[in-house]
C-alpha cells in the first residue's frame, strides 16, 4: 500500500522472485499497468517487471496474508478505509513508516496481534512514474509490535532475504525506532528550522551542534522513561556517523523543500507528546516541533499556491 | 554616540531646549551638517535644528558630562576605542541599548561607577539621513546600573522631562531589562525562526503560543535566579498586551528582512549564558538562541552578496 519509492521497492523485488504481490497505485497506476515497473540500481542489475498487479483501490485486492504499509505517516488517516477489504483473520499488517505511532495507530483499530512494523535503512528515489532508483543501503529491520519475535517474523525476514534485501529481525521493535530517532529528531528539524541546511553545515556550526546533542539528551531522556533505555553513547556514535555522510540533506528537508508534507507528527510530535505524558521537561524537542510544524504548514500552503 | 533613529530622536530632543548636544555621527555627517536634522511627530510639531554640532569622530568631540549611547549592540567592539576621548573624570556613560549585558560591557571597560543604563519604549524610524519620524509613545525608564537612583539620575530624568520626553527612574535598572526581555525573547525570536511572522501570527498558533509561555517561564526563571524576580503572572500580562497590538513585527524581524545585523547576544546569547551559569535548563532558549543566531548569521552573508 502506497507505491512511493519504499513500497514499490520492496514490493518489486518480493514479486521479482515470484511471490504474489497487489501494489495500491495512484499516481503511477496507468504508467505502471503499460510500461511495469522498474527498479534500477548502483550496485546491482536492473529489474524490470513488465506485468504487474497495480490497483487503484482495496476493494479491488481483496483480503491478503500481508499488507506492506509503506503510505506518508502525513496520510495515515487514509489507512481507516483503505485497509478493511484487505483483512482476513489471519492478515498481518506491515508498517514501513518513519518515526512512532504508526504501530499504535493499526493496533487501535484492527487489534494489536495483527501488527508488525519494520525499520527501513535505504536509499531510494522515484526517478520517473514506476522507476524507482537504488542509491544504496537497503537493510531492514523487522519485528513485532507486541512481544518478541514469531515464527511469522522470521518467515517474512526470510521471504525478504530470499529476494536480495539484507533483512534482520529485531526483538525490541519500539527501541529500534527511538534509536533512529535520535538521529532523525535533531537531523531532520533543524536542517529545516536552521533554514533549509544539510548535516555537514549543521555539525559546522558550533551552536547547532550543541542543540543536536540537547535534542539527542532529550530524546534518550524519553526513550528510557517508556521503557526503551538506550546507553547514552549512542549519541556520541549517531554524531560520529554523521559526519562521513557529507552535506547530507535529511528526508524531511527534502520534503520541505519541494511542498510535500513533512511527517512532523511522526517524528516530532508523538515523540513529545510521550515525552510530556512522561513528566520529562523536553524544552528542546518543544521548540522544534511546534516551529518545524508552524514552518511546514507554511510551505505547504505557498507551494499549493505557486502550482 | 550612534545617531541613528534613537540617538537622533533623544539628542535632538535635548539640543532643541539649548542642551549642548554633540552628535556622533557616520552616514548621515554631510547631510546633517548642511541640512541639520528634522524630528518629525504625528503627535507635536515638526522640530528642525539648522545648526547641529555634528562630527565623524569622538577626538573631535573631546571630554564630555554625559555620553548617552545608542549604538545597535552589534557594533559594542567599537565601543572601547570611540569613548576613551569622551571622558573626564566626571563622565557618565548611559547605555540606551537593547537587551543584556551593555552595561556590564561598559563597567568592565570604564568602571561601574560611571554607567547608567535606560529603555526605550518608543516608535521612530530615520526616514532619510538627518530625518527622523516620530511615530508615538517615547517613554524612558532611567536608573543606575548599581545600586539605587542617585542625584545625577534624577538630574537627568529631569532634563529629558524638560525636553518634552517622558523619564522616570527606576530603582532596579535590571529588573526592568528582564521584563522587557520577557516580551522581547520569545516575540522577537519566534517572529524570524517560525519564518518571518508577526505577533498576531505567533498568537494565533497554538504550539507557538505555548512556546511564548514556555520561553517566558524560562526567561523568568533566570530573572528570578539571578536575583531580580518578577511575578509569574507578568507573562500572562505581557501575552494579554500583544493581541491588542495587531500584526506587529518585532523590531528584530525588520532588520533580519532588511538583512541588517540583529542583537542576537544581547537578547538571547546574554540570557541563555545567564541562565545556563545559574544551573537551569533553558532548552527552549537554548534552541531559539542558537537558531536565531544561525539564521541571522545565514541572511546577513545572503544580504550582503545581493548588493
Chains 1, 2 share one sequence.
Not at 169 to 180: F, G, N, Q
Not at 261 to 272: A, D, F, L, M
Request: proline share 5%.
Amino acid at each position: 500500500m502506497g507505491s512511493g519509492a519504499i513500497g514499490s521497492y520492496y514490493g518489486g523485488k518480493l514479486a521479482a522472485i515470484g511471490h504474489d504481490v497487489h501494489f495500491l497505485m495512484r499516481a503511477d497506476l496507468e504508467t505502471v499497468r503499460d510500461q511495469g515497473l522498474t527498479l534500477r540500481s548502483t550496485e546491482s542489475p536492473t529489474i524490470h517487471l513488465p506485468i504487474v498487479q497495480a490497483y487503484g483501490s482495496t476493494n479491488e485486492i481483496g483480503p491478503v496474508d500481508i499488507v506492506l504499509i509503506a503510505l506518508k505517516t502525513t496520510s495515515n488517516s487514509a489507512l481507516e478505509t483503505l485497509i478493511p477489504p484487505l483483512l482476513h483473520a489471519g492478515t498481518t499488517l506491515v508498517t514501513l513508516q518513519n518515526g512512532l505511532g504508526n504501530e499504535a495507530f493499526l493496533a487501535e483499530r484492527f487489534g494489536a496481534e495483527r501488527i508488525m512494523g519494520a525499520l527501513c535503512f535505504v536509499c531510494l528515489n522515484r526517478v520517473a512514474p514506476g522507476v524507482i532508483e537504488h542509491y544504496g543501503l537497503g537493510a531492514i529491520s523487522i519485528g513485532e509490535f507486541k512481544g518478541p519475535s514469531q515464527e511469522r517474523t522470521h518467515a517474512f525476514a526470510a521471504a525478504l532475504r530470499e529476494s536480495g534485501i539484507e533483512a534482520n529481525v529485531v526483538d525490541d521493535l519500539m527501541t529500534e525506532r527511538w534509536r533512529k530517532l535520535v538521529w532523525n529528531i535533531p537531523f531532520n528539524g533543524l536542517s529545516i528550522a536552521a533554514g533549509g541546511i544539510d548535516t555537514a553545515q549543521i555539525l559546522a556550526d558550533p551552536g547547532l551542534e550543541q542543540l543536536v546533542r540537547g535534542l539527542m539528551r532529550e530524546t534518550l531522556a524519553i526513550a528510557a522513561a517508556t521503557g526503551h533505555p538506550i546507553p547514552d553513547s549512542f549519541a556520541d556514535f549517531q554524531i560520529e556517523r554523521t559526519y562521513p555522510m557529507g552535506p547530507y540533506k535529511p528526508s524531511s528537508l527534502l520534503d520541505y523543500v519541494a511542498g510535500r508534507p513533512v511527517e512532523v507528527e511522526s517524528i516530532w510530535g508523538e515523540s513529545y507528546r510521550q515525552g510530556v505524558a512522561a513528566g520529562i521537561d523536553v524544552g528542546r524537542l518543544e521548540a522544534l516541533y511546534f516551529l518545524v510544524k508552524k514552518l511546514t504548514a507554511v510551505r505547504l500552503v505557498e507551494s499549493r499556491c505557486s502550482n
